[in-house]
C-alpha cells in the first residue's frame, strides 16, 4: 500500500503518495503529488517491476516527470536508460557521478569493512558493473527544488558513498537516501554502506539530512527506518 502524506504545494494540500518498488535487495520509489518522480531504476531489466507497480497505481509511464538517479551504481542507475526511453522523462544526476551514466560503469568499490570485502569476493565481478549508458538531462550541481516537478521537496546532494550522492528530502518528513545508510546484519538498523568512497563525508551528509528534522529514511536497501536510528548512528560516530 502506498505511504500517505499530507503536505502544502501553493494554496491547496495535496496528499503525497510514497510507492516503494521492491526488486531483490534493491529499493526503488515512485513519488507522486501534483507530478510523479521516479527515486532510482535498479539493475538493467527493472523497467517491467516500475511499470507493474504505475500500472497498480493507476497510471502511466508518461505520468513520471523526473527520473533521479541518486548515484551512478549499476543497482540504482542499471535500468535509467530503459525508463527514459519508456516514459520521455529527464534524468538527473549529480555532476559527479554524470560519467558513470554517460559510460555504463560505476568503477571501483572501496569496502568500509569486513562485510564488503567478504562480498566482492563472492560477487567477483561487482567491480565491474556495467549497464546501458543514459545521457542525463539534468545535472545536479548544488540542492535543487523539485516543485517544477509537482513534488514538495528537494535534492540534496549527499556525498560519501559516491562523491555525487544526492538524496531527497520532502516536505512531509520523509528522506530517500540511496546508499548513503545500509542496513545492519541482522539487526537491519542503519549502518554504513558496504562500499564507500569517503567514509567522513557520510557522517557529514547524515548529519545534514537530520538538520531537516526528517521523520522516515527510505534507503535504497532495506528499511524504511525512523530518522531517530539515523541520528543514534551519528551521535556514536562522534564518540
Known amino acids: 500500500m502506498p505511504d500517505k502524506h499530507n503536505s502544502r504545494t501553493g494554496t491547496h494540500m495535496i496528499p503525497i503518495q510514497i510507492i516503494p518498488v521492491r526488486l531483490g535487495m534493491v529499493n526503488m520509489y515512485l ?3 501534483d507530478g510523479v518522480v521516479l527515486i532510482d531504476t535498479g539493475i538493467p531489466g527493472s523497467e517491467h517491476a516500475v511499470l507493474a507497480a504505475l500500472k497498480e497505481a493507476g497510471m502511466g509511464p508518461k505520468d513520471v516527470r523526473l527520473i533521479l538517479v541518486t548515484h551512478g551504481h549499476g543497482d540504482h542507475a542499471g535500468s535509467a536508460a530503459r525508463l527514459q526511453e519508456i516514459t520521455g522523462a529527464p534524468v538527473a544526476v549529480h555532476k559527479d557521478d554524470a560519467g558513470m551514466l554517460r559510460t ?3 568503477g571501483r568499490l572501496v569496502p568500509t569493512g569486513l562485510t564488503g570485502w567478504i562480498a566482492a569476493f563472492f560477487l567477483g565481478s561487482v567491480n565491474k558493473t556495467t549497464y546501458p549508458p543514459v545521457s542525463p538531462a539534468i545535472i545536479i550541481t548544488g ?4 516543485a517544477p516537478f509537482g513534488i514538495a ?6 556525498p560519501g558513498h559516491t562523491a555525487g550522492s544526492v538524496s531527497v528530502v520532502l516536505a512531509n518528513g520523509a528522506v530517500f537516501s540511496g546508499d548513503l545508510l545500509f542496513p545492519q546484519i541482522p539487526s537491519g538498523e542503519p549502518g554504513l554502506p558496504f562500499w564507500a568512497d569517503n567514509i567522513p563525508e557520510i557522517y557529514t551528509s547524515v548529519r545534514a539530512l537530520l538538520d ?3 521523520q522516515t529514511f527510505y534507503p535504497g536497501h532495506g528499511g524504511p527506518f525512523a530518522a531517530a536510528l539515523a541520528r543514534k548512528l551519528v551521535e556514536k560516530s562522534a564518540l
Open 212 to 214: 531537516h528534522n526528517p
Open 31 to 33: 513519488v507522486k503529488q
Open 104 to 106: 555504463g560503469t560505476q
Open 143 to 146: 540542492t535543487m527544488d523539485l
Open 153 to 158: 521537496g528537494t535534492i540534496i546532494p549527499t
